[in-house]
């Protein structure tokens, strides 16, 4: 997306290991950051979101930072396993208009 | 709830064509996005409406496409006429809030559209 750059394009990990997609935003107005997995043809879905207040949140194996003085946000998948396999897109929110980068596929070798 | 139901799931016609693809968002809901997904340019935002208002239509791509939501439980994207590099998978979102509120979008299954 024109707002977000998302880093990795790919990512190849094996069973076990820690995968981290980060993402960069240049409008220092966007309030809301959230993370989606897509399946191979499936519709993408939230798997975890932070908002411009707080600085990590963690669900389970999945984690997202925020820096807000840098502009930029992380996922954190720890333990993965080959159920992770999915592109996965951060989101950057202002005023509403929801835009996403342009996606990591990640593929976590058994 | 059923969810985002958007229709057709796919659709191939050939260029020139008329395609006018539909959303049903989440009752409640009162934020509609279409995006569309290829693999060169990924999830693009095209427009979105809040409170079935057009909020902003930067993303749609030149004056063949053009998209409507007469009432809160319908909304529409048209492509007139279709060209072949319009082919992609159009999904529609919805989520609840707006503004400053805005929160998790709700996507529906996309419509596959193929333009010979």
């Known amino acids: 997306g024109e707002n977000v750059e998302q880093h990795p394009s790919t990512l190849s990990v094996q069973e076990g290991d820690s995968a981290v997609i980060k993402c960069t935003y240049s409008?220092?107005?966007?309030?809301?950051f959230p993370w989606y997995k897509q399946e191979l043809g499936k519709r993408p879905q939230l798997i975890i979101d932070?908002?411009?207040?707080?600085g990590e949140k963690k669900d389970q194996r999945i984690a997202v930072t925020l820096n807000k003085t840098a502009k930029h946000f992380s996922l954190h998948i720890t333990e993965t396993q080959p159920e992770d396999s999915a592109v996965y897109f951060c989101?950057?929110?202002?005023?509403?208009?929801?835009?996403f980068g342009d996606g990591t596929t990640l593929t976590v070798k058994p | 709830d059923a969810g985002v139901i958007q229709s057709p799931r796919h659709e191939v016609t050939e260029m020139g064509q008329e395609v006018t693809l539909r959303c049903k968002p989440i009752?409640?809901?009162?934020?509609l996005f279409w995006y569309r997904q290829t693999m060169m340019r990924g999830l693009e935002l095209l427009i979105y409406?809040?409170?079935?208002?057009?909020?902003?239509d930067s993303g749609m791509p030149e004056d063949r496409f053009s998209a409507k939501m007469p009432n809160a439980s319908f909304s529409t994207l048209k492509i007139q006429p279709s060209e072949p590099r319009d082919s992609a998978v159009y999904f529609c979102?919805?989520?609840?809030?707006?503004?400053?509120?805005?929160?998790?979008?709700?996507f529906g299954e996309g419509s596959r559209l193929t333009v010979l």
């Open positions: 409406f809040n409170n079935n208002v057009p909020i902003d």
């Open positions: 009752s409640g809901h009162n934020s």
């Open positions: 932070i908002r411009s207040n707080v």
């Open positions: 979102a919805s989520s609840s809030g707006g503004g400053r509120n805005t929160g998790e979008l709700f």
């Open positions: 989101g950057d929110t202002n005023a509403g208009k929801s835009t």
């Open positions: 409008d220092s107005a966007s309030n809301y």
